[in-house]
């Protein structure tokens, strides 16, 4: 039976694991014993923990950065983004398998957008605020919330409306055209000096990223508070904006995901149903059609399930669309 799978000029891997399968199916005493054993051929799926990534990015316009904004989401496994100064075409590109939630700002420059991964469970705080959204999140090891705010320098904020928002595992952060000389500016200002003491009334903590955030000067206004311990923040060198992207990651905090994935041979599995045609032909002549029918639909699934292989998992998030691949190629 194997010299024909030899004459279709299968590979020798292909032949090697055609080979193995028959041998078993050759060897079993009966149609339900080698089924039995089929149906058991399987690996212990784990779970792992895949910790936070937030990114935080002032795309200057995400009429024209969309797609860059896009393209590293995926690329830094985030499954929540902030997204500030967005402007008026705000809705002019979604982002696939997230939800978006959006806020306008004081003018048609401004506004902010929190995008979370489908995976995750996202619950809208109601607050009439321009250039601010709260969001809390489920789906994670811990419920978290997120407050993201674009602050303009020609927007008035009290800051106490949010004192009451802060709650434990907080992450507070956009950007807030504030500087101090401890939050890696070259000199504090007003707004800096008012903001820091507020975030120490609230015990929030100032999580530092690894350069200044803006391309323009030395100052560093895009900010990340929290009252999450264990909290870390990069600043990514990518994208046009005239800001850099703020990548925040907690290992303490995370969510659940299957560590591996199945891909089934079908080449094997349409060479296996090819060599016992003849057989299941024949029992068909030889009982009837109900116990055929329901050994047969057995005997496929068991056959799947001897064809597939568990590869690990690298990453938990989809694959971006083709239609978007092509466009961040041109």
Not at 98 to 108: H, S, V
Request: aromatic content about 12%; glycine content about 6%; charged content about 25%.
């Amino acid at each position: 039976m194997i010299q024909r799978v030899v004459d279709w000029g299968f590979s020798p891997k292909v032949i090697k694991n055609v080979k193995e399968i028959i041998n078993e199916w050759f060897s079993g005493s009966t149609l339900n014993g080698v089924l039995n054993v089929w149906e058991r051929s399987t690996v212990t799926i784990e779970n792992q923990q895949i910790p936070l990534h937030v990114l935080s990015y002032n795309v200057h316009g995400w009429g024209t950065r969309a797609l860059e904004a896009i393209d590293l989401i995926f690329k830094t496994d985030s499954s929540i983004c902030v997204f500030t100064e967005v402007g008026e075409l705000w809705n002019s590109f979604t982002i696939p398998h997230f939800n978006i939630f959006y806020q306008k700002g004081t003018n048609d420059d401004g506004g902010v957008i929190v995008a979370i991964g489908k995976h995750l469970k996202a619950t809208r705080i109601d607050i009439n605020i321009e250039n601010t959204i709260i969001i809390d999140i489920e789906g994670l090891s811990e419920q978290i919330r997120i407050i993201a705010i674009y602050w303009p320098n020609c927007q008035k904020r009290n800051l106490d409306d949010l004192k009451t928002f802060i709650v434990e595992r907080t992450i507070f952060t956009g950007d807030f055209n504030a500087t101090r000389e401890e939050w890696n500016s070259p000199a504090s200002d007003t707004r800096g000096n008012q903001l820091k003491k507020w975030i120490e009334e609230n015990n929030l903590v100032f999580i530092p990223g690894t350069k200044n955030s803006s391309k323009r000067s030395k100052r560093h206004i895009d900010l990340i508070f929290t009252n999450i311990d264990e909290v870390k923040a990069e600043t990514l060198s990518f994208g046009t904006s005239d800001h850099w992207p703020m990548l925040i990651k907690t290992e303490q905090i995370g969510f659940q995901t299957v560590g591996q994935f199945p891909i089934v041979n079908w080449t094997i599995y349409e060479i296996m149903l090819s060599l016992v045609q003849e057989y299941w032909i024949k029992e068909l002549d030889d009982q009837n059609v109900d116990n055929w029918y329901h050994n047969y639909t057995r005997f496929l699934a068991a056959l799947k399930n001897r064809s597939t292989q568990w590869k690990s998992r690298d990453k938990y998030r989809p694959s971006l669309p083709p239609y978007i691949v092509e466009m961040l190629k041109k």
